[in-house]
């Protein structure tokens, strides 16, 4: 099947600084990904989506001013967490959708955790 | 707005037994429903999706437009069952943004 990275797979990080997250698709080009935040055993949230070539889409209590999103190309799309604070801290899953399949696959995660 | 009910966090059953994880959703339109699985330490993956009508590991899932219901069953389950699962919906022509449910731990015991 297809497959999604994220990298990197785990991130700690001092309150005030900026952290980059890349997910990428392996062997398919993605015009749409998604932007996942997982709590402590809680479910996955939308928290955007991310479109090739254009701003991404925010869900409703999502600051885009924090969580900045950038989809510069079929197979990448990037979440900064900016400014990050303890509060942030959290598991971030992308997903990209594969359009020959009309399948959403899912990348591993990445465990955020500000200190 | 959609949104997607597992009533259940922990479903415990014993090797063999039947298994059912419940789904219960609330969209206005004609939603597709998915249900994921992600066993230990391994990432999110789709089992099975309502449109396929299909059968993934012993799994089915009908929905039930008027009980608004997509629940998951296996006549047999075994130990290689245990994992997390979540429903998601998926509104119609939405490029696949998915909602989830909270998710369900499925143990079976040997």
């Known amino acids: 099947g297809a497959v999604v990275s994220q990298h990197p797979s785990r991130v700690i990080c001092k309150s005030g600084t900026s952290v980059k997250i890349e997910c990428r698709s392996l062997d398919f080009q993605a015009t749409t990904m998604f932007w996942y935040r997982q709590f402590p055993k809680q479910s996955l949230m939308l928290m955007a989506t991310?479109?090739?070539?254009?701003?991404?889409?925010?869900e409703q209590g999502v600051e885009k001013d924090k969580f900045l999103i950038n989809h510069a190309s079929l197979t990448l799309s990037t979440l900064t967490v900016t400014s990050a604070h303890p509060e942030d801290s959290s598991f971030y899953i992308c997903?990209?959708?594969?359009?020959?399949?009309?399948?959403?696959?899912f990348g591993p995660g990445t465990r955020l955790t500000v200190l | 707005a959609q949104r997607v009910t597992q009533p259940e966090k922990l479903l415990s059953v014993f090797k063999g037994a039947p298994v059912e994880l419940k789904c219960n959703y609330s969209y206005s339109g004609s939603p597709e429903l998915f249900w994921y699985v992600q066993y230990s330490r391994q990432r999110l993956q789709l089992l099975l999706r309502?449109?396929s009508r299909e059968s993934i590991k012993g799994f089915t899932a009908d929905l039930n437009k008027g009980e608004t219901s997509f629940h998951l069953k296996k006549p047999f389950a075994q130990e290689e069952d245990s994992a997390m699962y979540y429903c998601?919906?998926?509104?119609?022509?939405?490029?696949?943004?998915?909602?989830f449910g909270g998710g369900t731990r499925l143990m079976v015991k040997p």
């Open positions: 991310s479109n090739e070539g254009s701003k991404a889409t925010y």
């Open positions: 997903s990209a959708r594969d359009p020959g399949k009309n399948e959403q696959f």
């Open positions: 998601a919906l998926s509104p119609n022509n939405a490029g696949n943004m998915l909602t």
């Open positions: 309502h449109i």
